[in-house]
Nanobody, 122 residues
Framework: QVQLVESGGGLVQAGGSLRLSCAASLRSFGTYAMGWFRQAPGKEREFAAVITWSGNTLYADSVKGRFTISRDNAKNTVYLQMNSLKPEDTAVYYC????????????????WGQGTQVTVSS
């Protein structure tokens, strides 16, 4: 059974940092691109970042320069380092496993975690 389990969310002040982790029980983890999406209250889920098996990355404009995605294929884990957090970053953050190529399209991802709440206070 495939499981993606996110951790590391919490409450932080504006300007602070958090590091999210996503542990995946996936066979051939290294062949999947791993993405982070987020969903704020009353809004649609949106793309944040993705990393391919080879380390190529893609970021949403809203997080570029502040967030860094990385992965450890030996540990089947993907990370999202979030710096200079803003109140508008408040959302539930989801990790997802998708096709080998980097994509922003949520519908192309096969597996999803349950999400972790990130709240940024002003």
């Amino acid at each position: 059974q495939v499981q993606l389990v996110e951790s590391g969310g919490g409450l932080v002040q504006a300007g602070g940092s958090l590091r999210l982790s996503c542990a995946a029980s996936l066979r051939s983890f290294g062949t999947y691109a791993m993405g982070w999406f987020r969903q704020a209250p009353g809004k649609e889920r949106e793309f944040a970042a993705v990393i391919t098996w080879s380390g190529n990355t893609l970021y949403a404009d809203s997080v570029k320069g502040r967030f860094t995605i990385s992965r450890d294929n030996a540990k089947n884990t993907v990370y999202l380092q979030m710096n200079s957090l803003k109140p508008e970053d408040t959302a539930v953050y989801y990790c997802a496993a998708g096709p080998p190529v980097a994509t922003m399209e949520a519908r192309r991802y096969d597996y999803w975690g349950q999400g972790t709440q990130v709240t940024v206070s002003s």
